[in-house]
């Protein structure tokens, strides 16, 4: 959904559940939880609301939960390398 | 990706009671996460994991509870609660180490989960994460992608 948002620049609920494999109400559903966390914003347009992404809020969210995941991804690799280390001093000395 | 954890996997050429020991044991979180700790590797145990920033020798702490010691299968505890409360669901982040043994070495997979009720905007999203599962699920996975096509 956000893919076609970024894609199309925007969308409104009608648009959006056209070109994805759920119900208009369901892709509503989500716009509102998008927009209440700051994802999305949205402007009245007849009887829906057009939304696009804001691309800033979405940047920081992801960089947040990158940052984080890498790391860990360098101490999963100290985890690795120390592990091993140990192994392969318990096998030299049998 | 799934916002709400990250989740990885990797083979270690060691036995899963070697690496048990190294996830769990306090000797060795200093060395792979540079935080000093003492506590006894038992279900309940607290302690604090504290950082020494090397330059200006400023230490920063955060609580830490053993949730779970399955030798040599599962580790997992939680952090990054508040100082006086007792970390539960929803306040803290849950760590969870699995080992699988694997020819000669260990599967290890690790998980930290709660970011969807703390880390990031956390009670809006929090409110709607039972109704929502499902949807999240759909669509929150091309975030990744599609954030690095963003800040290109």
């Known amino acids: 959904m956000l893919d076609l948002l970024l894609a199309d620049g925007q969308g409104t609920a009608t648009t959006l559940s056209a070109s994805l494999p759920v119900t208009r109400q369901a892709v509503t559903k989500h716009l509102i939880v998008l927009d209440r966390v700051g994802l999305v914003r949205s402007e009245p347009a007849g009887r829906e609301r057009h939304y696009h992404v804001d691309e800033a809020q979405l940047a920081r969210a992801v960089a947040q939960l990158n940052s984080v995941g890498s790391q860990w991804d360098a101490r999963l690799r100290r985890i690795k390398s120390l592990a091993e280390a140990i192994e392969r001093a318990k096998n030299t000395k049998k | ?152």
Do not use: C
């Open chain 2, 1 to 152: 990706m799934e916002l709400g954890s990250i989740d990885r996997e990797l083979f270690i050429d060691a036995a899963p009671e070697v690496v048990f020991e190294v996830v769990s044991a306090p000797e060795y979180i200093r060395q792979w996460w540079s935080a000093e700790t003492e506590y006894e590797p038992v279900a309940g145990a607290t302690a604090q994991l504290t950082w020494t920033d090397e330059q200006t020798g400023e230490k920063e702490s955060t609580p830490f509870t053993v949730v779970e010691v399955d030798r040599p299968r599962t580790f997992s505890f939680r952090w990054t609660y508040d100082e006086d409360s007792l970390a539960a669901q929803g306040n803290s982040l849950l760590v969870t180490f699995t080992l699988v043994p694997t020819g000669t070495g260990t599967t290890l997979r690790f998980t930290e989960t709660g970011y969807r009720e703390r880390g990031w905007e956390a009670a809006v999203l929090e409110e709607y994460y039972n109704d929502h599962t499902s949807g999240w699920d759909l669509f929150l996975p091309r975030l990744a992608e599609t954030a690095r096509r963003v800040t290109v």
